[in-house]
């Protein structure tokens, strides 16, 4: 990706009184015209926290049910060894802000953005200026503009910001032997333990 | 012959574990190894066109793994237990994460960003707050699954059990959906675990610290209370820095104080 693509990112409000059932209905519609957002903003202050966590989640487990369903069949052919043709790619979701005000977010001490995070949203204070609401895309454009202000410059200076190079395998077949040998692997109860820590996203957080 | 690189983070037959096992290891570092594990094994055929690699977490590492190896044509698939990516930065809205904090006095420390030459790495990183860099990472993961459709994210998604080899030389593996959707057994080339780290809480003897990556708790500190502050990492220093000013990094400082990083830096020779 060019980093120039990075500062092209389509945000919208979550209208005030809108269910997740009515974003994702409205993004269904969108996906089907190829259109997408790439992210939208959950006005957390409006709802009450407990609300937006309860919103995040419900949000993000019927994307995911759905894009369950309808990814299967996109799933199940990628992962053959040999995919009958090129997996049609599945509609990717918005990335989910909440802005929620300090002050709120303050008396948890970070509880609420833990469970929020776990949910699958990315968790930002709400400026106490009202006009910023108003004009919620231009300003986090802004700010991810500013966020990546540095590496534009630097590549506007370098000039040769590169697709990634490609990388070869070995000739015919490789040669498995080593990497199933058991000279370097866990005893069951570590790796047991390395299960465990990838269990460990702590679905507690997201009230599951 | 057998990659040095790959065999020192070999766990089980064809399974790699480059996160939190191998503690501490800074965010860079973790990309650093994404990156190599995934250019090591496509360079010794365990990941290619017909061998599919499993990445587990979607944190720093494991997405740099997963959309470093479908841009090298490899169908990828990424789990994470959680129902987004980042799930530590995504939440943190007070930690100032620096991708060159360690850097100085090398050049690229002042502009606090990486990779910092290219080739590109798939994450572009500038110094900002965990909160921050979580969206922009987010935002580049998602450009990512539409530009290469080979990669596959399943959220609240885990591996269940130990992978096992099958006759073809391909690995078995089961992931199950936290939403109990029905189990999903690919058949894959590798698996590359990168976990990490947790939240990062320090305990030492009856004193525990917070989690690294929480929400600043000396936010509302009363002119009263006392904090200690225990070793001299950069968690600590930052907790310091934020009690002492109530800023959250040094650059937030000398910006308030209109110094050029340049001044900055001559500060930091001195």
Redesign the interface.
């Known amino acids: 990706m060019q980093l120039a693509q990075a500062l092209e990112v389509a945000i919208e409000m979550v209208p005030r009184e809108a269910g997740p059932e009515q974003v994702l209905a409205g993004l269904a519609a969108q996906s089907s015209k190829a259109q997408h957002l790439d992210a939208i903003v959950l006005d957390a202050d409006e709802r009450g926290l407990e609300n937006a966590v309860e919103w995040v989640r419900t949000f993000h487990g019927e994307y995911l049910r759905r894009q369950a369903v309808a990814a299967a069949e996109a799933w199940e052919n990628a992962f053959r060894p040999r995919p009958s043709q090129e997996p049609p790619s599945p509609p990717v979701p918005p990335v989910l802000i909440v802005l929620a005000s300090p002050d709120r977010l303050n008396q948890g001490l970070g509880d609420v953005e833990a469970r929020l995070a776990g949910g699958g949203a990315v968790v930002y204070e709400k400026p106490s200026d009202p006009g910023w609401l108003a004009n919620i895309a231009d300003r986090l454009h802004e700010e991810l503009t500013e966020t990546y202000a540095r590496f534009w410059a630097a590549e506007q200076r370098t000039g040769e910001w590169q697709e990634p190079e490609a990388v070869h395998g070995p000739e015919g077949q490789p040669d498995l032997a080593p990497y199933i040998a058991p000279l370097y692997q866990l005893s069951d109860e570590d790796f047991e333990a390395l299960l465990e820590r990838g269990r460990g996203a702590d679905p507690l957080a997201t009230g599951e | 012959m ?1 990659d040095p690189f ?3 983070h ?5 399974c790699f ?1 480059i ?3 191998l503690a501490p290891i800074s965010i860079r570092d973790q990309m650093v190894r994404a990156r190599t594990a ?2 090591r094994a ?5 990941i ?1 066109p ?3 690699l499993l990445v ?2 979607a944190g720093a590492a494991g997405a740099t793994a997963a959309i ?1 190896s479908a ?2 044509g490899v ?1 990828t ?1 990424l789990v ?5 990516p ?3 930065q ?4 007070t930690r100032w994460v620096d991708p060159v904090q360690y850097d100085w006095p090398v050049d690229h420390w002042q ?3 990486y990779p ?5 790495m ?1 994450l ?1 990183w ?1 110094a ?1 707050p965990a ?6 990472w ?3 993961l ?6 290469y ?2 990669l ?1 994210v ?3 998604t ?5 992978p096992v ?1 099958a006759p ?3 690995l078995q593996v089961r992931l199950s ?3 109990a ?2 189990l ?1 057994a ?3 080339g ?1 698996v590359l ?1 990168c ?1 990490g780290s ?1 939240t990062e809480k320090s305990t030492h003897g009856n004193y525990a610290g917070f ?1 690294f990556w ?2 600043d ?1 000396f ?2 500190l009363g002119a009263t209370d006392h904090v200690l502050i225990s070793g001299g990492g950069d968690g600590a220093l930052q907790d310091y820095l934020r009690v002492v000013t109530g800023r959250k990094s040094a650059e937030e400082i000398y910006a308030q104080l209109g110094m050029p990083l340049a001044i900055e830096h001559l500060l930091q020779c001195a």
Do not use: K
Not at chain 2, 42 to 46: A, H, V
Not at chain 2, 142 to 147: D, G, M, V, Y
Not at chain 2, 158 to 162: E, M, N, T
């Open positions: 057998a790959l065999l020192s070999l766990v089980h037959p064809l574990d996160g939190g096992r995934v250019d496509i360079e010794q055929g365990l290619g017909s061998r599919p587990i977490g470093r841009a090298q169908s698939i994470e237990a959680a129902s987004g980042f799930l530590r995504a939440g943190c809205r502009r606090r960003l910092w030459t290219p080739p590109a798939p572009p500038s900002g909160n921050q860099i979580a969206l922009a987010a935002l580049a998602n450009r990512a699954r539409r530009q459709p080979r596959q399943m959220y609240r885990i591996l269940v059990g130990r080899l073809s030389g391909l959906s936290l939403r959707l029905p999903f690919p058949l894959v590798a675990s976990v947790g989690d929480t929400t708790p936010q509302r």
